[in-house]
Each structure stands twice: as C-alpha cells, then as structure tokens.
T-cell receptor, first 110, second 112 residues
C-alpha cells in the first residue's frame, strides 16, 4: 500500500463547476499538507499548504485536512479552462521529504 | 524574483554514457532537493541537501547516482553509465523553511 493514495482521474468538468480532489494517507507522522499544480511539461507549482486540521482558503481554492481520518481535499470554485492541469497532493514529515500522490488530471471544458 | 532554474531542459543520451544535471536554487534557500518523475512511479524523492551536506540520500536508486552541492547554492546530479530505466524528468526544489518547496521546470532525460 502506498503512503499517499490519490485517484488519477481523469476528471472533466464544465467551466464554472466546483472541482473536488482528494487524497488519503496512512502515516500519521505527516505534518504538512500541500497541493501542487502541474501543467504539461512544467514543474509542480505550490498552490497551498496547511499543517492543521480544518479549512484554508485562498481565492477560489480551499484546502481541507482531516487528520483523524487521514484525508485531505482541495476544492476549486468557479473553475476556469486555465485550471486544466494535474493536481498533486504532497505530504511532508519531519524528514523534509515530500511524499506525493499520483496526481489527478483535471480538464475544465469551456 | 527568479525561481529555481535547471539545465539542460532536455537531454538525450546513449545507454552507458554519464550525464550531469544542474540545479540553481532560489537565492537564500538553504535546502535543496532532487526528485524524479516517471510515468510508472510518479514523483519520487532522491536526495536532500542542507547547505552543502546531504543528510538524506536514501532515495538514490543505485550507486550510479550521486549529487553534490557547492557554496550552498548550485547542485549537480550525476548519473553514471545511464540505463534506459533512468529515463524520467528530474526535478529540483529549494526551500528556505523546509516545508515550502519550490520546484524548477525539470530536466527531461531520455536514454536511448
């Protein structure tokens, strides 16, 4: 079993829809929870990070962490075609190594 | 400000040749990381530098892989006697605080 599980999709939604992405993890030692966005043939771009259970908002993006269930989510409101990308969850322990999910490919249809 | 830069952006090499991949971190970032991204394995950790020392080399796949960092800045990842399974995108990231890791564009390595 992988440390971090993420459904690779693909996920296709119409413009303006809410995109819902999630990951589960098995190691309770993870301390920081990140979401990266990766466009084709580009490096991952850090979108959001959090270290506590609960919600964190940044514009159209909301990251949610439930440590008791070992479950993290990312919601994208009012999705745009420019949001079409692969979204990777990444978890960080005290060793500073990021453990990544497989990534979910999202397409937002105009 | 300038982000993490990596060179070359693409590298095609013959099996058995050595390659060097370069990473230039964000100025002031003391931590530097190498990851590898391949279709079958996703994104995998290779090695981590704090300053010029590498406290964690646990992700290096074999002794053909080595890395160094000089002056607390530029890092080089060297792969000796390349094999086809080394074909992947090699990503470098840097961090000031340890948890916010910022990635470069990667080097796409193809071993023929």
């Amino acid at each position: 079993q992988k440390e971090v599980e993420q459904d690779p999709g693909p996920l296709s939604v119409p413009e303006g829809a809410i995109v819902s992405l999630n990951c589960t993890y098995s190691n309770s030692a993870f301390q920081y929870f990140m979401w990266y966005r990766q466009y084709s043939r580009k490096g991952p771009e850090l979108l959001m990070y959090t270290y506590s259970s609960g919600n964190k908002e940044d514009g159209r993006f909301t990251a949610q962490v439930d440590k008791s269930s070992k479950y993290i989510s990312l919601f994208i409101r009012d999705s745009q075609p420019s949001d079409s990308a692969t979204y990777l969850c990444a978890l960080l322990g005290s060793d500073y190594k990021l453990s990544f999910g497989a990534g979910t490919t999202v397409t937002v249809r105009a | 400000g300038a982000g993490v830069s990596q060179s070359p952006s693409n590298k095609v090499t013959e099996k058995g040749k050595d390659v060097e991949l370069r990473c230039d971190p964000i100025s002031g970032h003391t931590a530097l990381y190498w990851y590898r991204q391949s279709l079958g394995q996703g994104l995998e950790f290779l090695i981590y530098f704090q300053g010029n020392s590498a406290p964690d080399k646990s992700g290096l796949p074999s002794d053909r892989f080595s890395a160094e960092r000089t002056g607390g800045s530029v890092s080089t990842l060297t792969i000796q006697r390349t094999q086809q399974e080394d074909s992947a995108v090699y990503l470098c990231a840097s961090s000031r605080l340890g948890y916010e890791q910022y990635f470069g564009p990667g080097t796409r390595l193809t071993v023929t």
